[in-house]
């Protein structure tokens, strides 16, 4: 069983290559992006040296690092999740001798490594010549945040299946889904780090995932977090992912009893 979930990862890979001209586009339109971010947060840094708790440095690459790993756990499972569940496909998938759930993650980490080897990577040496992006010299915060990366990774899946599931009980879920990117993306630190925000709202946002997806793995990447610190953002990834397998089970479990098709 376990080599039908690899070859389910190796099969996501090999289809996503059929669309690579697409993500080689995408490289351009991320180092813009990249590219706005830097000259607003300049901007707005004007002749201050930091600013909530980062130095010009530090943003810039935090905003590079932030969009390029976004390429990485970034993955439309809830869509799918969605489609198959109108369409009434996700019927065939309970019959099959797998678990849904698992084949889900596997195909969005194929995804992933193929964003991961041909998106990320040579995005980050071309932003890296057009940017004062400042890497790590120390490769023990490489090992750590690429650790973070995978669970970044699978928090974001996570959060996407347990959205995609909701189409059992809504029929329609495009607004909770298009509400949940947008509350990734703001709320996870990749629009605006965390540290950012005022007191009260730091301090909410910390109570919930999103941070665990793009700001703690950037903070880390930067310099921001340190030392014995890492270890302990670490933790608060390993916590959420272990945090969320709740709801994702438990919704999962009682989405198989109430399937209906809508016209499939």
Do not use: C, H
């Not at 302990?232 to 945090?243: C, H, K, R, T, Y």
């Amino acid at each position: 069983m376990l080599s039908a979930y690899v070859d389910m990862i190796r099969i996501r890979f090999l289809m996503m290559l059929a669309y690579r001209v697409n993500y080689y586009s995408g490289i351009i339109i991320y180092a813009l992006n990249i590219g706005a971010y830097y000259f607003l947060w300049k901007a707005i840094y004007g002749a201050s040296e930091e600013l909530g708790g980062m130095t010009v440095g530090q943003m810039t690459t935090y905003v590079a690092v932030s969009w390029m790993a976004r390429a990485f756990y970034f993955n439309n499972l809830d869509r799918e999740i969605a489609n198959e569940i109108k369409d009434g496909s996700v019927a065939v998938q309970f019959i099959r001798p797998y678990n849904y759930i698992i084949v889900k993650m596997m195909q969005g980490f194929g995804e992933g490594i193929f964003r991961l080897l041909l998106f990320s990577t040579p995005g980050m040496v071309i932003v890296s010549f057009l940017f004062p992006v400042k890497l790590p010299t120390d490769p023990g915060v490489w090992g750590v945040f690429l650790v973070m990366l995978l669970f970044s990774f699978l928090i974001n899946s996570q959060i996407n299946i347990i959205t995609g599931l909701f189409a059992f009980f809504l029929e329609n879920n495009e607004g909770m889904m298009r509400m949940k990117r947008v509350a990734v993306d703001l709320f996870s630190g990749l629009v605006i780090p965390m540290s950012f925000f005022p007191g009260w709202a730091e301090g909410l946002l910390k109570l919930l995932p999103f941070q665990a997806i793009t700001y703690l793995p950037s903070a880390v990447f930067t310099g921001k977090v340190a030392g014995g610190a890492v270890y302990e953002v670490l933790g608060v990834q390993l916590l959420w992912f272990a945090l969320l397998i709740i709801p994702l089970f438990l919704l999962w479990r009682s989405a198989r009893k109430r399937l209906f098709v809508q016209g499939g």
